[in-house]
């Protein structure tokens, strides 16, 4: 596969940001849906926004049968449940999807349940944007089992992922699954002596360099959790060992999903440790040095949040934002930004209304709509909250504008490339980095387009009737 430098992509171009024309909004929190068991209940995981325009998730619990859904909701809050969990004799459809969803490039959804199928050790599934559930494999405890977290396509076409537990040792595994449904296990965890880490809550994203990274809750040097990279073929390297400094200042447990950005870096939370030992964030470079940014609850009463669970979603100005699971002025978490220096703003605390009306104790991150906003889901498994008692979906606007996503990020001239957006009908120009394309309006929310002749690495523009917009990260063009 051919690598992508992004130590030649100058940082400050992820700062062009798609401006536009019409005034932003001021910072607005909305609570879009509150659960109320029936249609699920208390949302582990984050969403993600598929091409149809609409945003994707799962609940754990309750849905027609009580074992879980999958549902989906506008960006402007009408929802509808597309599939619940244990519909059929002996749950071989599986039971408890804690993770999120992803869309593969053939435009179905795939995800995890972490109990049920043949087995009862899990699944993974297919389910079309309409809702019809194809079950794809059963974990055996031998393959894993319990994958708690979300899968991701690479640049093969395959879906990788983890189980939190199961595999030859019992402490989790990395696997391989064709969109098919052909599973293989590229690595069980602890070996020997559990250096390379137990127990992988997180998910993996693959680096700009084809391998993925990751993250261990548990196991490493100090038994505080690790970061990992692995290749597709299954050779794993442990990059860091948690809890290597004195009093755990660098952090402990993550078991969040990491991040890159386009200086290469990656980052992440651990959920314990730090100066407070109340979490951090932190920085590492694709070899493994470590940097913590931000220790939370450095203040009396924590109104900065406690324990981040979820990972952090890189937004188009070039900040960072995520959640934290308590803490904040009413001690039910928060949502907080973060600069890449480490200057840390709460934004929102939750259970400010009445009731908690709004939602408590946020386990999922944030996704960034293409119209700018964000999104994500309240609550765990023991907190209720949102009128129905059963956890939320809501937004926050920041102020930032639209902007259109590529999937993929990276391709070949003549590569096939799907621009997620916005009120795209009408649009007159596509282009990669100022080189023109022939391009399809599918719907107002997708366009359809190839890497053409000419192109080179740079943000793709989309020129509609309202505005100009421009993709969150550059598009590499390999060779």
């Given amino acids: 596969m051919a690598k992508l430098n992004w130590g030649k992509m100058a940082y400050a171009v ?22 109320d068991n029936t249609d699920g209940a208390y949302p582990y995981w984050a969403l993600v926004q598929a091409t149809d325009g609409n945003l994707y998730g799962t609940t754990p619990s309750g849905g027609a049968k009580g074992y879980g859904t999958v549902f989906k909701i506008t960006p402007s809050g009408t929802f509808t449940s597309l599939y619940s969990f244990c519909s059929q004799s002996g749950c071989p459809d599986g039971e408890g999807p804690e993770a999120g969803l992803v869309q593969a490039t053939d435009g179905n959804l795939y995800g995890t349940t972490v109990n049920g199928g043949a087995n009862g050790a899990g699944t993974v599934f297919k389910i079309t944007p309409s809702g019809t559930l194809t079950t794809l494999h059963s974990f055996d ?44 296990t590229l690595h069980s965890f602890c070996p020997s002596d559990c250096s390379d880490g137990r ?56 078991y969040s999903t990491l ?60 900040n960072f934002y995520g959640t934290t699971r308590f803490g904040g002025a009413n001690s039910s978490g928060t949502v907080f930004e973060i600069t890449p220096g480490g200057t840390l703003t709460t934004l929102y605390s939750f259970c400010s209304q009445s009731g908690c009306a709004d939602g408590a104790y946020p386990y999922a ?15 765990g498994a023991f907190c209720g909250g949102g009128s129905g008692g059963y956890g939320t979906v809501f937004s926050l606007s920041v102020g930032l504008g639209p902007f259109v996503e590529t999937q993929p990020t990276s391709g070949k001239v003549g590569k096939a490339v799907k621009i997620l957006g916005t009120n795209l009908t009408g649009a007159t120009s596509v282009s990669f980095n100022g080189t023109a394309a022939v391009f399809k309006v599918v719907s107002s929310s997708l366009i359809t387009t190839k890497v053409p002749k000419g192109a ?6 989309v020129v509609t009737p309202r505005r100009k917009l421009l993709s969150n990260v550059p598009f590499w063009v390999l060779r």
């Fill in 14 to 35: 992820f700062l062009l940001y798609a401006a536009t024309a019409i005034d932003l909004p001021a910072q607005t929190f909305t609570t879009l849906h509150s659960f």
């Fill in 141 to 184: 405890y031998t393959d894993g089992s319990g994958p708690y977290t979300a899968l991701v396509q690479a640049t093969d076409g395959n879906l990788y992922g983890t189980t939190c537990c199961g595999g030859a040792n019992g402490v989790g595994t990395i696997f391989k699954i064709t969109p098919s449904g052909t599973l293989t």
């Fill in 199 to 254: 127990y992988p809550y997180g998910g993996l994203v693959q680096s700009s360099q084809g391998d993925l990274y990751g993250t261990a809750a548990e196991g490493g040097t100090n038994n505080s959790g690790t970061v990992f990279k692995i290749s597709l073929s299954g050779t794993l390297t442990t990059l860091y060992s948690f809890c290597s400094q004195s009093g755990c200042t660098d952090g402990a447990n993550p």
């Fill in 259 to 318: 991040v890159q950005t386009t200086n290469g870096n990656f980052y992440g939370t651990s959920y314990s440790g730090g100066a407070n030992n109340s979490g951090t964030v932190f920085k590492m470079s694709p070899s493994g040095t470590l940097t913590t940014l931000y220790s939370f609850c450095p203040q009396s009463g924590c109104p900065d949040g406690q324990y981040p669970y979820a990972g952090l979603v890189w937004a188009t100005d070039g």
């Fill in 365 to 379: 991150g944030l996704v960034q709509d293409t119209n700018g906003k964000f999104y994500g889901t309240t609550c």
């Fill in 456 to 461: 080179t690495t740079g943000k793709v523009k």
